[in-house]
């Protein structure tokens, strides 16, 4: 139940992950590069279509924010109101992980 719960929240958390990551930092828009600032919000938010939809992302951000609600289930002692917190603040940073992979690809494999 819990790992539902954290695939959900780690969906919903990934559109407004990328967007501060873009702000801030910079996130990889297909056919244009890395981009940041301003300028890269409505470029994001294609990226997030192109990468979650066509390339599969959104299936690993699930699975991210469903380990996340597992382990919010695991560490919060079987309180309801722990895990919901929990499962919140887990599943967000799953969901985290897997946009700043992302972000930092190039650092990790090589420019592409």
Request: aromatic share 16%; charged share 10%; with cysteine.
């Amino acid at each position: 139940m819990w790992f539902k719960k954290g695939a959900f929240i780690g969906l919903i958390a990934t559109i407004p992950l990328v967007l501060l990551c873009a702000l801030l930092f910079r996130f990889p828009v297909p056919f244009a590069g890395y981009m940041s600032g301003l300028g890269a919000i409505y470029p994001a938010l294609i990226a997030i279509f192109f990468y979650g939809v066509l390339f599969g992302g959104f299936i690993i951000q699930a699975l991210l924010g469903g380990i996340g609600g597992l382990l919010a289930e695991h560490y919060s002692a079987h309180d309801k109101h722990n895990i919901k917190i929990l499962c919140i603040i887990f599943s967000t940073i799953g969901a985290f992980l897997g946009v700043l992979a992302l972000a930092i690809l190039d650092k990790i494999i090589g420019p592409w």
